[in-house]
């Protein structure tokens, strides 16, 4: 079993910048960024695939940056920049039991564990 713990959620205005964090509890190679907004389903944001390339949601390209730091922490970042109040949602960290390609690494279906969530609104 894997443990998620999301931080660094708030309030933010449009233009602003916020970075998330998740602490997991064990190494995991396939890791990503889901958030969902009230009504709307939960979608893919940004992952790092088992090969370690990167993956963005069309919507957050050029805004948003996943890294990952395994210096015995494995913890997962999101900086989020040029925030935007469609960027509104509670983002959830997640992380797949098995390995991920890259075009799997945006489907919630590589996913076996997920966090509780942080909430990021942003006001216009």
């Known amino acids: 079993q894997v443990q998620l713990v999301e931080s660094g959620g708030g309030s933010v205005q449009a233009g602003g910048s916020l970075r998330l964090s998740c602490a997991a509890s064990l190494y995991k190679e396939c890791m990503g960024w889901f958030r969902q907004a009230p009504g709307k389903e939960r979608e893919g944001v940004a992952a790092i695939a088992s090969d370690g390339r990167l993956n963005y949601a069309d919507s957050v390209k050029g805004r948003f940056t996943i890294s990952r730091d395994n210096a015995g922490r494995n913890t997962l970042y999101l900086q989020m920049n040029t925030l935007k109040p469609e960027d509104t949602a509670m983002y959830y960290c997640?992380?797949?039991?098995?390995?991920?390609?890259?075009?799997?690494?945006?489907?919630?279906?590589?996913?076996?564990?997920w966090g509780q969530g942080t909430q990021v609104t942003v006001s216009s």
């Open positions: 997640a992380a797949g039991r098995y390995g991920c390609s890259w075009f799997q690494s945006l489907s919630k279906s590589a996913y076996n564990y």
